[in-house]
């Protein structure tokens, strides 16, 4: 007789394709024992296996046969104890597969052992206690402040980015501090992507063409980039067995929305621009494959706004907010839509909610993320009274996003509440705009679309 957690994780050598792709489902595991019909060991069989079966032309239901491995990596199971007795652990014994099969004298398996796993406990290799965490695209607007936040907690952070708007050199000087490692690479490059992950507790994925007008310019880049790199970003977390992976989406999936009612996640989306449109792929896309490790939380962000070590004054309060600052002049067109809002140290505040909460998430799941919905029009008015700025509101609508959000069950489920009102930032970045002597917010730094050669 097999034991139940063997009989789990093995298949009889006559079983066809499809009854490993069915038992990999059930088991969210990518390997499985081959037995006959004594039970005693045949092979093994991967998903490796599975694939190189089907490239090479074979259907489901061939039988498996011709495609497990004959000769994988077993361990007798008087060798096993021996390895246990001296302490050794089966890393220090060079072998390579995740998982071995350990089989009794009559060559029936008995145990399943996981070679990344130590088989003696107290040997296990000395790791910090704080979590490795990859921030892609950390050099961003919502990126440096998030390493930040994370460095200053205790967290080791590799911050993988294509320093589009910052030199890796000045980001490294924001830190200064020995945990954060920096890779200047491109998410394009499997290879850069593979090497950056490899090492990590948890991924934040943020590094993607960034705003409506950027993405709209050009189209295949933006194809490229935000949805082929990042479902292969994705894929790669779930095959290294990466803990968490936070992928950030926007509201603006929400789009052109004609109802004044609050939208939640299950609410009708109507995403007009490119970049929200492959958003919504990528949510899929990333929902739709999760593995057994990897729990992936998609938070659908509000317009950000609030100072940055990489400043943008391209979002609309920031926008506002600098022009009131150098007092010129600002055109409002149309004015009625709605828009959430949240303040960047909330979204960093929250993104570190998410990585340190303990209950499982196995199916992944979709959080929109804001503070305060606001009408652009009641934005200019404000401005007016509080800032006595010189705002035009012209009827001529540009823009047909509209959308009021509720973050309801991000703040339920993570217990979360926004510090920063949209007052607040606007107060903030008049301040700093003044302080800083910034008085052309439209320098290329800080404007996304200015940058459009440099992602090529
Ligand atoms: N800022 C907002 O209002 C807002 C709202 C909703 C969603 N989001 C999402 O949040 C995330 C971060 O936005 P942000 O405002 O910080 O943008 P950002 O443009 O400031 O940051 C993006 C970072 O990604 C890097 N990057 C871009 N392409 C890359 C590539 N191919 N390889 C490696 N690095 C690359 C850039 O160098 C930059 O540092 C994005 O996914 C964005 O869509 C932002």
Same mark, same amino acid.
């Given at each position: 007789?097999?034991?139940?957690?063997?009989?789990?994780?093995?298949?009889?050598?006559?079983?066809?394709?499809?009854? &490993?792709?069915?038992?990999?489902?059930?088991?969210?595991?990518?390997?499985?024992?081959?037995?006959?019909?004594? @039970?005693?060991?045949?092979?093994?069989?991967?998903?490796?296996?599975?694939?190189?079966?089907?490239? =090479?032309? @074979?259907?489901?239901?061939?039988?498996?046969?011709?495609?497990?491995?004959?000769?994988? &990596?077993?361990? =007798?199971?008087?060798?096993?104890?021996?390895?246990?007795?001296?302490?050794?652990?089966?890393?220090?014994?060079?072998?390579?597969?995740?998982?071995?099969?350990?089989?009794?004298?009559?060559?029936?398996?008995? *145990?399943?052992?996981? @070679?990344?796993?130590?088989?003696?406990?107290?040997?296990?290799?000395?790791?910090?206690?704080?979590? %490795?965490?990859?921030?892609?695209?950390?050099?961003?607007?919502?990126?440096?402040?998030? $390493?930040?936040?994370?460095?200053?907690?205790?967290?080791?952070?590799?911050? *993988?980015?294509?320093?589009?708007?910052?030199?890796?050199?000045?980001?490294?000087? *924001?830190?200064?501090?020995?945990?954060?490692?920096?890779?200047?690479?491109?998410? %394009?490059?499997?290879?850069?992507?593979?090497?950056?992950?490899?090492?990590?507790?948890?991924?934040?994925?943020?590094?993607?063409?960034?705003?409506?007008?950027?993405?709209?310019?050009?189209?295949?880049? $933006?194809?490229?980039?935000?949805?082929?790199?990042?479902?292969?970003?994705?894929?790669?977390?779930?095959? *290294?067995?990466?803990?968490?992976?936070?992928?950030?989406?926007?509201?603006?999936?929400?789009?052109?929305?004609? $109802?004044?009612?609050?939208?939640?996640?299950?609410?009708?989306?109507?995403?007009?621009?490119?970049?929200?449109?492959?958003?919504?792929?990528?949510?899929?896309?990333?929902? #739709?494959?999760?593995?057994?490790?990897? =729990?992936?939380?998609?938070?659908?962000?509000?317009?950000?706004?609030?100072?940055?070590? %990489?400043?943008?004054?391209?979002?609309?309060?920031?926008?506002?907010?600098?022009? &009131?600052?150098?007092?010129?002049?600002?055109?409002?067109?149309?004015?009625?839509?709605?828009?959430?809002?949240?303040? !960047?140290?909330? &979204?960093? /505040?929250?993104?570190?909610?998410?990585?340190?909460?303990? $209950?499982?998430?196995?199916?992944?799941?979709?959080? #929109?993320?804001?503070?305060?919905? +606001?009408?652009?029009?009641?934005?200019?008015?404000?401005?007016?009274?509080?800032?006595?700025?010189? !705002?035009?509101?012209?009827?001529?609508?540009?823009?047909?996003?509209?959308?009021?959000?509720?973050?309801?069950?991000?703040?339920?489920?993570? #217990?979360?509440?926004?510090?920063?009102? !949209?007052?607040?930032? +606007?107060?903030?970045?008049?301040?700093?705009? =003044?302080?800083?002597?910034? /008085?052309?917010?439209?320098?290329?730094?800080?404007?996304?679309?200015?940058?459009?050669?440099?992602?090529?």
């Amino acid at each position: 007789m097999l034991k139940k957690k063997i009989k789990k994780f093995s298949i009889n050598v006559n079983k066809k394709i499809i009854d &490993v792709l069915k038992k990999f489902d059930q088991n969210r595991n990518n390997f499985l024992i081959v037995i006959n019909s004594k @039970n005693q060991f045949e092979g093994v069989i991967t998903i490796s296996d599975v694939r190189r079966a089907l490239v =090479k032309g @074979n259907n489901v239901n061939q039988k498996i046969k011709k495609f497990i491995n004959l000769n994988p &990596v077993v361990l =007798k199971f008087k060798d096993y104890l021996l390895i246990k007795e001296k302490k050794e652990r089966l890393n220090d014994i060079n072998i390579d597969p995740f998982f071995i099969p350990v089989l009794n004298k009559d060559n029936i398996p008995v *145990l399943i052992i996981n @070679n990344l796993e130590n088989l003696n406990k107290p040997k296990k290799q000395k790791r910090s206690s704080k979590k %490795r965490v990859l921030i892609i695209g950390g050099a961003g607007y919502i990126g440096s402040v998030l $390493t930040g936040l994370l460095l200053k907690n205790g967290y080791i952070i590799n911050v *993988l980015d294509k320093f589009i708007y910052q030199s890796k050199f000045e980001f490294k000087n *924001l830190f200064k501090n020995k945990k954060l490692n920096v890779i200047d690479g491109d998410t %394009r490059d499997i290879k850069t992507v593979f090497n950056a992950v490899k090492n990590n507790d948890i991924v934040i994925h943020l590094g993607e063409m960034v705003g409506d007008p950027l993405c709209e310019k050009e189209p295949e880049l $933006t194809l490229e980039t935000n949805y082929l790199a990042s479902i292969s970003i994705a894929n790669i977390c779930k095959t *290294l067995e990466i803990s968490k992976f936070v992928y950030i989406s926007s509201c603006s999936v929400y789009g052109a929305n004609k $109802t004044n009612k609050l939208l939640d996640e299950n609410s009708e989306i109507n995403p007009v621009s490119s970049y929200a449109k492959l958003k919504i792929k990528c949510e899929e896309a990333i929902l #739709n494959n999760i593995g057994n490790f990897c =729990k992936p939380s998609i938070i659908r962000l509000g317009t950000v706004f609030g100072d940055s070590p %990489r400043r943008r004054y391209d979002l609309v309060v920031n926008l506002f907010s600098g022009l &009131v600052a150098n007092n010129k002049k600002i055109k409002i067109f149309g004015g009625e839509q709605w828009r959430p809002f949240i303040h !960047v140290f909330d &979204v960093s /505040n929250f993104i570190k909610k998410i990585i340190e909460n303990r $209950t499982q998430n196995k199916k992944g799941k979709i959080y #929109n993320l804001i503070g305060e919905n +606001i009408k652009i029009s009641n934005l200019g008015k404000y401005l007016i009274k509080k800032y006595n700025a010189n !705002v035009i509101i012209e009827k001529h609508i540009d823009d047909k996003r509209n959308y009021k959000v509720t973050a309801k069950k991000a703040f339920k489920d993570f #217990n979360f509440k926004p510090k920063y009102t !949209v007052k607040r930032g +606007i107060e903030e970045i008049i301040l700093n705009t =003044k302080k800083n002597k910034i /008085n052309n917010i439209f320098r290329d730094k800080y404007i996304n679309i200015s940058n459009l050669e440099k992602f090529r």
